[in-house]
């Protein structure tokens, strides 16, 4: 028995709309990612990691961290060794972990000296600044325009030096010059040189 094609071919499309919703709502499904209306902001406006920010935070923070003070490597020791070596230890101490070395960090260098600390301002309105670097700034007690806008070239290469992967930043983006027109407050002739921010 044969089927009639006028017959099978609208069986076969609905048969190919039915497996593709169910694939879709599959896949809708099992995502891993789900939006939740919670109703406190505009849809549109709500960030999406709103609810781990502080877990973000956290965790940058580490990433970010200096890198933990790290003992030589120890040169493999026989298990007759070790045996002595624990039963030779004081009691409460862990004669495995070999001697305890206690970290030691040198102070970071002080900012550049410049003007006296004057009340903070937004340096994220200086091009080239960003959110971690006013936190690293803030970090090297850079505050203002004005401690900024009398950097020499001793002091941008002292800071440089500890921005880390922003090192060369404060040369290319003309920091010391969008510090000075910012801090005699002349908004018109930072627009004219550098645009305006944001």
Same mark, same amino acid.
């Given at each position: 028995?044969?089927?009639?094609?006028?017959?099978?071919?609208?069986?076969?499309?609905?048969?190919?709309?039915?497996?593709?919703?169910?694939?879709?709502?599959?896949?809708?499904?099992?995502?891993?990612?789900?939006?939740?209306?919670?109703?406190?902001?505009?849809?549109?406006?709500?960030?999406?990691?709103?609810?781990?920010?502080?877990?973000?935070?956290?965790?940058?923070?580490?990433?970010?961290?200096?890198?933990?003070? #790290?003992?030589? *490597? /120890?040169?493999? +020791?026989?298990? =007759? @060794?070790?045996?002595?070596? !624990?039963?030779?230890?004081?009691?409460?101490?862990?004669?495995?972990?070999?001697?305890?070395?206690?970290?030691?960090?040198?102070?970071p260098p002080k900012a550049p000296a410049s003007a006296p600390a004057p009340a903070a301002d937004d340096l994220s309105r200086i091009k080239g600044v960003g959110p971690k670097l006013v936190?690293?700034?803030?970090?090297?007690?850079? #505050?203002?325009? *004005? /401690?900024?806008? +009398?950097?020499? =070239? @001793?002091?941008?290469?002292? !800071?440089?030096?500890?921005?880390?992967?922003?090192?060369?930043?404060?040369?290319?983006?003309?920091?010391?010059?969008?510090?000075?027109?910012?801090?005699?407050?002349?908004?018109?002739?930072?627009?004219?040189?550098?645009?305006?921010?944001?």
């Amino acid at each position: 028995m044969s089927l009639d094609p006028s017959v099978s071919l609208p069986l076969i499309l609905l048969g190919l709309a039915l497996f593709v919703l169910g694939l879709w709502m599959l896949v809708r499904i099992s995502r891993k990612a789900k939006v939740v209306d919670d109703q406190s902001a505009p849809a549109l406006r709500r960030d999406v990691l709103d609810e781990g920010a502080e877990r973000a935070q956290r965790n940058q923070a580490l990433i970010d961290a200096a890198p933990a003070a #790290t003992t030589p *490597a /120890q040169a493999p +020791v026989s298990a =007759a @060794a070790n045996a002595q070596a !624990v039963a030779a230890a004081p009691l409460g101490t862990d004669a495995e972990a070999g001697p305890q070395v206690v970290p030691t960090t040198a102070a970071p260098p002080k900012a550049p000296a410049s003007a006296p600390a004057p009340a903070a301002d937004d340096l994220s309105r200086i091009k080239g600044v960003g959110p971690k670097l006013v936190a690293l700034l803030g970090e090297l007690s850079v #505050t203002s325009y *004005a /401690q900024i806008a +009398v950097w020499q =070239a @001793a002091d941008i290469e002292r !800071v440089d030096g500890q921005l880390g992967r922003f090192k060369g930043r404060i040369t290319r983006d003309q920091w010391v010059e969008q510090a000075q027109l910012l801090a005699a407050h002349d908004e018109a002739g930072f627009i004219e040189k550098f645009g305006r921010n944001g």
